[in-house]
C-alpha cells in the first residue's frame, strides 16, 4: 500500500514558476515508476510526466515538453515537478501517480494504482 501526499500548487502569473512535490509513505517506493497527471475542469485527466522507478527514464507530455521537469529523490520518498513558463492551460489539479512495482513508465490513468489527492495550480493571464 502506498499513500501519496502533493503539495507546492498554488496561483502565479502566466511565465511563473512552480515546484510541486508529491511525498510517498511505505519502505519500496524506489520500486514504484512514478507519473504526474492533471484534470482542469470538464476535462479528462491526462499525463503530464513519468519517470521510471530507478529515475534513469523520463516521459513528458508534447504541451509541457521544454517547460516542465519530472525527478525524483528515493532517499526521501518524493517525486516532484518542475514547472516553468506556466501557460493559462496549464490551470488544473495536478495529481501524483504511482505504478505498479518495477512496471515501465507510467503514462495512462489506467496504469496507476494509487493516486494523491491533488493540488490546485493556477495560472492567471
Known amino acids: 500500500q502506498v499513500q501519496l501526499v502533493e503539495s507546492g500548487g498554488g496561483l502565479v502569473q502566466a511565465g511563473g514558476s512552480l515546484r510541486l512535490s508529491c511525498a510517498a509513505s511505505?519502505?519500496?517506493?524506489?520500486?514504484?515508476?512514478m507519473g504526474w497527471f492533471r484534470q482542469a475542469p470538464g476535462k479528462e485527466r491526462e499525463f503530464v510526466a513519468a519517470?521510471?522507478?530507478?529515475?534513469?527514464?523520463?516521459r513528458y507530455a508534447d504541451v509541457v515538453k521544454g517547460r516542465f521537469t519530472i525527478s525524483r529523490d528515493n532517499a526521501k520518498n518524493t517525486v516532484y515537478l518542475q514547472m516553468n513558463s506556466l501557460k493559462p492551460e496549464d490551470t488544473a489539479v495536478y495529481y501524483c501517480?504511482?505504478?505498479?512495482?518495477?512496471?515501465?513508465?507510467?503514462?495512462?490513468?489506467?496504469?496507476?494504482?494509487?493516486w494523491g489527492q491533488g493540488t490546485q495550480v493556477t495560472v492567471s493571464s
Open positions: 519517470i521510471s522507478w530507478m529515475g534513469r527514464s523520463t
Open positions: 511505505g519502505r519500496t517506493f524506489s520500486s514504484y515508476p
Open positions: 501517480a504511482a505504478g505498479r512495482p518495477y512496471n515501465d513508465l507510467l503514462l495512462t490513468t489506467r496504469s496507476a494504482d494509487y
